[in-house]
């Protein structure tokens, strides 16, 4: 036991010396005004992986280098370490910027998709701002018009339908809350919302069915005097859903909302007679009775 604490404490002493030495050579290199030499140690911090050193040398001599060929390694290194640090604002900022400065740069379209990769990075959970999400779309999208032939478009174009996928999840909760606060007409565009951005999901016909439900319980709360145009919306939305999905699971169900705002509109126009016929006849006797005043 006495022996397993020596040899641990020993090996503890050895990291602890060599982190030392390492500090004590960063700082003796950092200091040392010495460009040519700084520049190849943060290559050579660069290469180990222990970029925020490098990142800190390469802030250090960078400009100084401009004017010369290094200079455009030298910034390939140095927005790398933004990107593995995690940092992806500032990566996406240094990538955009290194195909601005160097145009005929052989890395320029890796740079350029690189870019677009960050904001993917930065696209936050779907009940987030989407800010970024479509940042990441448009500069995706960007880039394989850009570089139609490239070999990163496949990859461009799966995180494109991803990020969609996301931006599709995020207007589906705030369609599904609609519904759910009672804001049925809000719920009602907000599916058909869906339908119109997102022409090709898998959930369409869901959506499409909860646009019919919507619509009807819309209805179903309103005034009197709004019903009858708003069943009909009802009716022609379940049609509409007919049309496109007539094998959906959701159909039988989606008829049953048709066949109820159909016999809501029928109860509406038997009111609406009853009603008329009531005002007929009390617009009679009032008419009665103003003869009979006349007369007398």
């Known amino acids: ?5 020596y040899i641990t404490g020993i090996i503890g002493i050895l990291i ?36 925020k050193k490098a990142q800190e040398l390469y802030d250090l001599i960078k400009n100084s280098y401009k ?20 940092n992806y604002t500032s990566a996406a900022f240094y990538f955009k910027n290194f195909v601005q400065v160097f145009p005929k740069s052989d890395k320029r379209e890796e740079m350029a998709f690189m870019q ?41 174009t799966k995180i494109i339908d ?10 589906y909760k705030a369609a599904k809350l609609y519904f759910g606060l009672e804001y049925y007409e809000a719920a009602g565009v907000s599916f058909n919302n869906l339908l119109l951005d997102y022409p090709s999901s898998e959930k369409g016909d869901m959506y499409k069915f909860m646009a019919v439900k919507s619509y009807y319980e819309y209805a179903d709360h309103s005034i009197f005097s709004k019903q009858k145009i708003r069943y009909q919306k009802v009716i022609s939305q379940y049609r509409n859903f007919e049309e ?4 959906s699971p959701y159909l039988e169900e989606a008829k049953s909302y048709y066949h109820s705002a159909k016999k809501d509109l029928d109860k509406l ?28």
């Open 1 to 5: 036991m006495n022996q397993r604490k």
């Open 16 to 51: 602890l010396s060599m982190t030392v030495a390492s500090c004590s050579k960063f700082n003796r290199i950092r200091k040392s005004n010495d460009n040519e030499k700084i520049l190849n140690y943060a290559n050579d911090l660069f290469k180990e992986e222990k970029y």
């Open 67 to 86: 004017a010369t060929k290094k200079y455009e390694q030298i910034s390939y290194n140095y927005v790398y370490t933004y990107y593995y640090l995690q």
């Open 116 to 156: 677009a990769y960050c904001f993917y990075k930065l696209s936050p959970r779907p009940e987030l701002d989407q800010t970024d999400t479509k940042k990441a779309i448009s500069a995706m999208q960007t880039f394989i018009n850009i570089y139609p032939k490239s070999d990163s478009l496949q990859k461009a």
């Open 162 to 171: 991803k990020l969609r996928g996301k931006l599709e999840k995020k207007a």
């Open 244 to 247: 496109f999905y007539p094998n």
């Open 269 to 296: 126009e038997q009111l609406t007679e009853k009603r008329k016929k009531i005002l007929k006849e009390r617009s009679k006797k009032q008419n009665e009775s103003i003869e009979k005043i006349k007369r007398n």
